[in-house]
């Protein structure tokens, strides 16, 4: 798969994300695998927490990210419904609760780590989701893949205890680079 140097150059440096459980992000994967196997290559079923870092982060930079994440307590994430982005072309499930992850973003936001110079990055406008397709494919084929899931319906919940530094390798494949956990 060719990725463009522009994204490579842009996501270098990694970006903060809530893995979901297990069973969860095998039956998201799935899902993204049949309906935008490009992002699934890149990427297992997450929820976004930040842009990507502008830099590199030094030590210190990662000991003041460790130190707001642990402010934070644990939150009860409610995934499901399947919803859209409609004309954009993306869809995705549900996050809830929107505050609570909003609250932890703006608090990593305030370390000017990242680049908040691309789209999307508005925090107060930028809405938590899973991805199931990326802007990708068209619109057409996302009414498509929103029809041929009627009936299907994944809800649950899950605990979140931590966010993850996810960094790309040489293949532009993102993995757990570094945990941060919030307070126990």
Sequence with gaps: MAVSLELRRTYQHGTLVIWPPDDLRSIVGELRRRFDPA???ICDAHITMTMPFAIYPSGSDLDRL?????LHVPITVEYGPLASFLPYPCVYLEI?????????????????LFNLSLPFSDPNDYIFHMSITDGYPDEAQSRHILASLEGFEPRGTFEVSSVEWIVPDSDFRFAAYRRFPFEQ
């Design 66 to 70: 460790s130190d707001v994440v642990a």
């Design 39 to 41: 992002s699934q290559a």
């Design 96 to 112: 809830r609760p929107q505050d609570r992850l909003r609250s932890l973003q703006s608090a990593l936001y305030d370390l000017g």
